[in-house]
């Protein structure tokens, strides 16, 4: 099975492409910040949000995976063999058509267990939307899937009711993007980092789910998920934040997100065994933990964005030629006016704060301020992020 998921990596686009779809890294700070965030907000249903966009995707990309002929033992083994290589976690299926599944290990339960630890909740929505996509993939039908016990909430394991449902499966509707990156022209700065080196090096890491479906490496969980992903539950949010006057709310809960991913994942990147093998040796002043973080996110699948202008400790100008934000809203919804890139907004901050910022990381949050000036959404030709001291 493992076969149908090998990693085609894409060098020009940075791109990581799994079973057909274009697969981006983020660990499970990340993933579970963005969750509570888009869950947190009462004015719209946010776990119906992130159902929806995991159902839309996961039914293509499970699809994606299956074979003619395959028989439906086979079909179902897909099902958890793709969970589980993407490092979402481990699913026990054999009672999925008596309408039980179950889960011992699981990337979002860890991610709010380091996060949210307080909040003792039932944390696997992400997961609900994921089986009721897959199965109906697998099994021809859709279905309703909802967690009734939570290994976040103090279960021993996560335990999902799966039930046969009329609404037909929810489709994931995208057309290619009509736009073409311009060239990397060789402008970007690197300090004494070796992007190429590093890039090509994390290709080489066999980034897939262990036994227990989780993929712990940099000294936190990674798990790949398909930018489709991340983009239709992040269009939906906005847009439904939009149509309540919360345009900015959004913005700036989806822009800290990403701060806090910066600060959080970073952090843990950079204590870890694999930086201090791979990218300390060719640090020799501060900043150049800055572009070997930069080499890293590109690495990562997030696209390829580079440094145009840097005063260590004070400014800091990105452009972006490629990110996924951007090429996913156009491929959604097209051009637009507002900038949308609100992930590597944050990012821009959170670098800054982690890299030459002091003391706790609760201290370092707002310390810098980024704003993304113009946007490949806005028919720009790429995207360009500005940070400066708060
Ligand atoms: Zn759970
Ligand atoms: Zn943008």
């Known amino acids: 099975m493992r076969e149908r998921f090998a990693l085609q990596y894409k060098?020009?686009?940075?791109?990581?492409?799994?079973?057909?779809?274009?697969?981006?890294?983020?660990?499970?700070?990340?993933?579970?910040?963005?969750?509570?965030?888009?869950?947190?907000?009462?004015?719209?249903?946010?776990?119906k949000i992130i159902r929806d966009s995991a159902e839309a995707v996961f039914a293509e990309h499970v699809a994606n995976v299956l074979e003619e002929g395959d028989d439906e033992a086979t079909r179902l083994a897909a099902v958890g063999a793709l969970y589980a290589h993407l490092g979402f976690g481990r699913l026990e299926l054999s009672r999925a058509a008596e309408g039980v599944v179950t889960s011992d290990q699981s990337h979002y339960v860890e991610g709010w267990q380091a996060g949210f630890s307080e909040t003792q909740r039932k944390a696997?929505?992400?997961?609900?939307?994921?089986?009721?996509?897959?199965?109906?993939?697998?099994?021809g039908r859709p279905f309703s899937v909802r967690e009734h016990k939570c290994m976040n909430a103090g279960d021993d394991r996560c335990e999902f009711t799966v039930d046969a449902r009329h609404e037909p499966v929810l489709r994931n509707d995208k057309r290619p993007s009509d736009f073409h990156p311009k060239a990397a022209d060789g402008h970007g700065e690197h300090g004494n980092i070796d992007e190429q080196a590093i890039i090509d090096?994390?290709?080489?890491?066999?980034?897939?789910?262990?036994?227990?479906?989780?993929?712990?490496?940099f000294g936190v969980y990674l798990a790949l998920t398909p930018a489709d992903f991340y983009n239709l539950m992040c269009i939906q949010f906005v847009e439904q934040m939009r149509a309540k006057g919360l345009f900015r709310t959004a913005q700036r809960l989806l822009t800290f997100a990403g701060e806090t991913c910066a600060m959080n994942t970073f952090r843990g990147?950079?204590?870890?065994?694999?930086?201090?093998?791979?990218?300390?040796p060719m640090i020799q002043h501060k900043e150049d933990a800055l572009y070997g973080l930069m080499a890293l996110s590109n690495g990562f699948g997030w696209g390829n964005w580079r440094v145009t202008e840097h005063r260590p400790a004070e400014t800091l100008t990105i452009e972006s030629l490629n990110g996924y934000e951007a090429i996913g809203h156009r491929e959604y919804r097209g051009s637009c006016d507002d900038p949308q890139c609100f992930m590597l907004c944050g990012v821009s901050a959170g670098m800054m704060e982690l890299v030459y910022g002091e003391g706790l990381l609760e201290d370092r949050f707002g310390t810098f301020l980024s704003e993304e000036n113009q946007c490949i959404c806005t028919?720009?030709?790429?995207?360009?992020?500005?940070?400066?001291p708060a």
């Open 124 to 139: 696997c929505t992400f997961t609900e939307g994921y089986l009721q996509g897959a199965l109906a993939a697998a099994l």
């Open 379 to 388: 028919d720009a030709p790429c995207c360009h992020f500005e940070v400066e």
């Open 201 to 217: 090096a994390l290709v080489q890491m066999p980034f897939m789910g262990s036994d227990e479906g989780l993929i712990p490496a």
């Open 269 to 280: 990147i950079m204590a870890s065994a694999e930086w201090d093998a791979l990218i300390a």
């Open 11 to 47: 060098a020009d686009e940075h791109r990581r492409m799994i079973g057909g779809k274009e697969t981006i890294i983020h660990c499970h700070h990340y993933n579970a910040r963005l969750q509570h965030t888009i869950e947190h907000v009462t004015d719209v249903d946010g776990a």
